[in-house]
């Protein structure tokens, strides 16, 4: 098990489209350990491959306050989306903002799971939104693209910023 190293925006490798996964072998079981440790360790409730510079369409999520409901979804596409949900965002690729984002309310995801096995999930909440945030990450795509411009380019000045100074005093 690893904890791996999160990129944090704007790095561009974020901007990655992932390509699907097409076996589902033990090596990427060791993948999925250490996304689920680098994302319990975070703490976050969701992290994409992509995150961890893997480009591979696969994700890991739990929600659930004692942190005993670990999803992963492998290739995952969404069949449905129905109703608006509005949720103050976070993300480990843009640590300390919150944003309210719209996203779908209720999706029906199709995907694999560890064992490869083909899953249909329907779900709706906080696992429909961070579902919807990681496939993102897989398209290259975060929430901060939802906000104005005027936000974003703030956003990554500070995040710049203190990456600068962390740099000075390190
Ligand atoms: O930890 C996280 N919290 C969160 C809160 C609201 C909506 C989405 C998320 S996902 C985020 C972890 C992360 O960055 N996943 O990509
Ligand atoms: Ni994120």
């Known amino acids: 098990m690893a904890i791996l190293k999160i990129l944090e925006f704007p790095d561009p490798r974020l901007r990655t489209h992932a390509t699907p996964v097409a076996v589902v072998d033990d090596g990427l079981r060791v993948l999925i350990d250490d996304l689920f440790e680098t994302m319990y360790a975070a703490p976050g409730i969701g992290l994409a491959a992509t995150q961890v510079d893997v480009h591979k369409r ?8 004692d942190k005993d409901a670990p999803y992963v ?14 949720t103050d965002e976070g993300c480990l690729s843009v640590p300390g903002y919150y944003e309210e984002v719209e996203r779908a309310e209720h999706i029906k995801v199709r995907f694999l799971d560890r064992d490869g096995a083909e899953i249909e999930l329907e779900t709706e909440g906080l696992l429909a939104v961070c579902i919807q945030h990681e496939i993102d990450h897989l398209n290259g795509r975060l929430f901060v693209d939802y ?16 990456r600068r100074q962390a740099a000075v005093v390190a």
């Open 58 to 65: 696969l994700l890991v999520t739990d929600v659930s306050v």
């Open 73 to 86: 979804l492998i290739n995952p596409e969404i069949l449905e989306k129905d109703g608006v949900i509005v």
């Open 147 to 162: 906000l104005s411009e005027a936000k974003r380019l703030r956003i990554r000045k500070k995040l710049e910023k203190e």
